[in-house]
């Protein structure tokens, strides 16, 4: 089982619905989420940041926490094709000396 | 404007030949990381330095090296010895305390070797 995994996509949405990205984590002693988008040929950027369970919303964006289940989501309301990118989950493993341990990342196409 | 440049954004190199890729931050950033990037497998991290004159192997160190002398400055070496070094490298860094992990990067460096 890999430490971090997403669904590779790609993800297909119409622009204005909401694109919904899963992830999942094997660490249960895990404290620290991030989600950061990567535009083809370009570099990651820091989307969210989630570090307790529940929601957290900046603007169309909202990263949610289950530590029970392992898994934490990114959701993106209205999306647009600028949201069209490869999205990084990444999460800090406590039992690894407080490594940030990557998943591969989901590919998402927003459709005009 | 604070961030992190990487030079050069694209490099060819002769198999053989040791090149060095520079990274330069100006966010007065403690930690600092290099991390290479292939297609279908993600981001792996090849070295990180939490303060100047130390730096750690990362899960895929052999065939690099790095030298912190400087807090601004983190350059990489890929040595004759990397034998697929092919790839898009990637510096990043990040501040201590709670914001450990929250990492900022570079645009990258691609090389390819010919």
């Known amino acids: 089982q890999k430490e971090v995994e997403q669904n590779s996509g790609p993800l297909s949405v119409p622009e204005g619905a909401i694109a919904s990205l899963n992830c999942t984590y094997s660490d249960r002693g895990s404290q620290s989420f991030f989600w950061y988008r990567q535009y083809s040929g370009k570099s990651p950027e820091l989307i969210m940041s989630i570090y307790s369970n529940g929601d957290k919303e900046d603007g169309r964006f909202t990263a949610q926490l289950n530590k029970a289940s392992q898994y934490v989501s990114l959701l993106i309301r209205d999306s647009q094709p600028s949201d069209s990118a490869t999205y990084l989950c990444a999460v800090v493993n406590a039992g690894n000396n407080r490594k940030l341990i990557w998943g591969l990342g989901t590919s998402l196409a927003v459709n005009p | 404007d604070g961030g992190i440049t990487q030079s050069p954004k694209y490099l060819f190199r002769k198999e053989g030949q040791n090149v060095t890729l520079s990274c330069e931050q100006n966010l007065n950033h403690d930690a600092m990381y290099w991390y290479r990037q292939d297609p279908g497998q993600g981001l792996r991290l090849i070295y990180y330095?939490?303060?100047?004159?130390?730096?750690q192997k990362g899960d895929i160190a052999e065939g690099y090296s790095v030298s912190r002398e400087k807090k601004e400055s983190f350059p990489l070496t890929v040595t004759s010895a990397q034998k697929n070094p092919t790839a898009f490298y990637l510096c990043?860094?990040?501040?201590?305390?709670?914001?450990?992990?929250?990492?900022?990067f570079g645009a990258g460096s691609r090389l390819t070797v010919l």
């Open positions: 990043a860094s990040s501040s201590g305390g709670g914001a450990a992990n929250v990492l900022t």
């Open positions: 330095s939490q303060i100047v004159n130390d730096f």
